[in-house]
Nanobody
């Protein structure tokens, strides 16, 4: 059974940091492209960041570039998202997702196969 379990969300003040993790099981993690998406009520899920199977290629949404860093630990089947200088507009439920390796990193949620249940991130003073 494929499982993606996010953790690390919470309440943080503007300018603060959080590190999200996604523990994967039930599939060959090191062969999969992994991504982070986020969603707020009433809005569509949006791309945040993604990383290739090897970790050698990454992609970011313009809104988080320079503040967020995606990484992976293949031996531990874990995906991370380091979020720095958080802003109130980063408040959302964050989801990790996976798909088989692609030539180019996909940014559309329809291109990902497996999804976690999400973790809430709230940025507020």
């Amino acid at each position: 059974e494929v499982q993606l379990v996010e953790s690390g969300g919470g309440l943080v003040q503007p300018g603060g940091s959080l590190r999200l993790s996604c523990a994967a099981s039930g599939f060959a993690f090191s062969w999969y492209t992994m991504g982070w998406f986020r969603q707020t009520p009433g809005k569509e899920r949006e791309f945040v960041a993604a990383i290739s199977w090897s970790g050698g290629d990454t992609a970011y949404a313009d809104s988080v570039k320079g503040r967020f860093t995606v990484s992976r630990d293949n031996p531990k089947s874990t995906l991370h998202l380091q979020m720095n200088n958080l802003k109130p507009e980063d408040t959302a439920v964050y989801y990790c997702a996976s798909r088989t390796a692609a030539v180019a990193i996909p940014r559309r949620d329809s291109e990902y196969t497996y999804w976690g249940q999400g973790t809430q991130v709230t940025v507020s003073s």
